[in-house]
C-alpha cells in the first residue's frame, strides 16, 4: 500500500479539467470483440459519440461520461481505491489509478473478466485527451478535443 500512497503524492503536472468531445477512435471494434461485446452491440457502442466533463482539483477527480444513451458518474483520488459500474454490464469494480508521468493508469483491482479491460490510461497530447484501452494485445485509442 505504500506504493500507492506514494504515487497519490506525485506533484500534478497536468490537468484534465474541462469539457472533451470524441474526436476519432482506432482499433475501437476490435477492443470490444475481444471484451467479448456482440456485432450488433458493437456498431451501436461504435456509433455513439461519448462526451466527458472533468473536474480535477489535484488528484482528486469528477468524471461525468454522456452520450445518447446514459449518463455515466465517477469521482476518484488518484492512488486510492474506489468502485464503479461497467458500463457494459453494471457489475461493481473495484479500481485504482495512479500517476506514470503526466499519465492517469486506471487498472481493475478484481480477477479478470472478459468484459473488462486490462488497463486504461489517459494522457494530454498536442491539446487532446487521448484515451488507450488495453486488452490482451489489443490497444484502442481514442482521441477527444476540447469544447
Known sequence: M?????TAEVKVMVNFSGTWKLEKSENFD?????MGVG???RKAITGLKPEFT???DENNFH???KN???SRESRFKVGEEFREKHPLN?????LLVTWEGDTLVQTPLDEGTKERADKMTRSLEDGKMIIRTYKGDIVATRMFVKS
Not at 505504500?2 to 506514494?6: I, K
Open 63 to 65: 468524471i461525468i461520461s
Open 30 to 34: 476490435e477492443l470490444l470483440k475481444a
Open 2 to 6: 505504500a506504493g500507492a500512497q506514494e
Open 68 to 70: 445518447r444513451l446514459q
Open 39 to 41: 456485432f450488433i452491440a
Open 54 to 56: 472533468i473536474t480535477q
Open 90 to 94: 453494471d457489475n461493481v469494480n473495484r
